[in-house]
């Protein structure tokens, strides 16, 4: 419980974590900026982690100096990019299995679904609109692997939809993120950066289903 408590708490004020940790242990961000994105994207165990509003605030302390845009760009970048090859080759190796496990504190039986009839809708450009997706941003390359993409063609959307996300949410982030409106409305940013692209997804996978359904009666 205190975990999950930290958790909501970390997620929702990711800005004042770190700035503080930027302050104690300087360029030792980088490192934890990459883990807490390659985990995210790479294990599809930690599909909760914050992805969107992690970027945006990066890119909000790189526009008042605490870090650097080009740095933290492009460990970013390295981070999305691996942990979505490693993500996919997980989901390669175990492949159509996955479809027989059951929903447990390690895996998450819904956000799966919700990737696979997404990705069955979308097909690869899911890899590419799943950046800005929670949970979807987890399980997608994994959804890949399983379905047997070709390695080359995960790769191309794996690396455009990287370039995307991190380098539109940081930049978005060192260009506004310090205005005083949005600073004054962060959570509310960032609660909205969380359930907008939810409610998406729950919408896109409900019309996969359904015009699956349709196909089969």
């Not at 959804?143 to 949410?169: D, E, H, P, Y």
Request: contains cysteine; proline residues 3%; glycine residues 10%.
């Amino acid at each position: 419980m205190e975990l999950a408590t930290f958790l909501i708490d970390f997620i929702l004020h990711v800005d004042r974590y770190l700035e503080t940790f930027t302050q104690h242990y300087g360029a030792w961000v980088y490192a934890l900026l990459f883990a807490i994105v390659f985990v995210e994207t790479g294990l599809v165990v930690m599909p909760f982690l914050p992805g969107d509003s992690l970027l945006f605030i990066v890119g909000a302390l790189c526009g008042v100096g605490l870090m650097s845009l080009p740095v933290a760009m492009a460990v970013l970048l390295a981070a999305a990019i691996l942990g979505d090859q490693c993500n996919y080759a997980i989901g390669r190796h175990i492949g159509p299995k996955v479809f027989q496990w059951e929903d447990s504190r390690f895996f998450n039986k819904r956000a799966f679904d919700q990737a696979h009839d997404f990705y069955e809708r979308y097909g690869g450009v899911t890899i590419i609109a799943a950046r800005f997706m929670p949970f979807v941003r987890t399980f997608a390359p994994f959804v890949a692997g399983v379905a047997q993409m070709n390695r080359s063609k995960f790769t191309a959307f794996n690396v455009i939809g990287a370039l995307i996300w991190v380098v539109g949410l940081c930049g978005a982030g060192y260009f506004f993120g310090n205005f005083a409106w949005v600073q004054d409305n962060l959570s509310k940013i960032i609660w909205a950066m969380i359930l907008l692209p939810g409610l998406l997804v729950l919408y896109g996978a409900f019309k996969a289903r359904s015009a699956s359904g349709t196909t089969r009666g």
